[in-house]
C-alpha cells in the first residue's frame, strides 16, 4: 500500500521508530531492494515514496533488512566460485 504524502508525513512523524531510524532504514531497503524489478522500474519520487511506505508499514524491518543482506552475500559468494571454475 503507497501512502499518499500527506498520509507518508503523518506515519512519518507520529511514527515509534523516529524519523532518523526512518531514513536510515530507509536507505538500507533500497539498498537491498534495488535488484528487484519491482523497484528498479520506479522514477526517484516513486522509490522514494515506496520505500518509506515499506518502512513505516513494517515491511522493511531490520531483520529483513539483515537477511536480505545474508541472501546477497551468498549470491556473491557463489557467483565468485562460479567465474572461478
Known amino acids: ?5 500527506t498520509q507518508l508525513g503523518l506515519a512519518v512523524s507520529t ?6 531510524k526512518i ?3 530507509a536507505l538500507e531497503w533500497i539498498e537491498v531492494t534495488k535488484q528487484n524489478e519491482d523497484y528498479r522500474k520506479l522514477t526517484q519520487p516513486e522509490l522514494i ?3 518509506l ?3 513505516v508499514n513494517n515491511i522493511a524491518t531490520p531483520e529483513k533488512i ?4 545474508k541472501k546477497m552475500k ?3 559468494k557463489s557467483e565468485v566460485v562460479d567465474s572461478s571454475k
Open 23 to 25: 531514513v536510515k532504514l
Open 66 to 69: 539483515a537477511e536480505f543482506r
Open 15 to 20: 511514527s515509534q521508530l523516529g524519523r532518523y
Open 74 to 76: 551468498k549470491e556473491v
Open 53 to 55: 511506505s515499506d518502512v
Open 49 to 51: 515514496n515506496k520505500v
Open 1 to 5: 500500500m503507497t501512502l499518499t504524502e
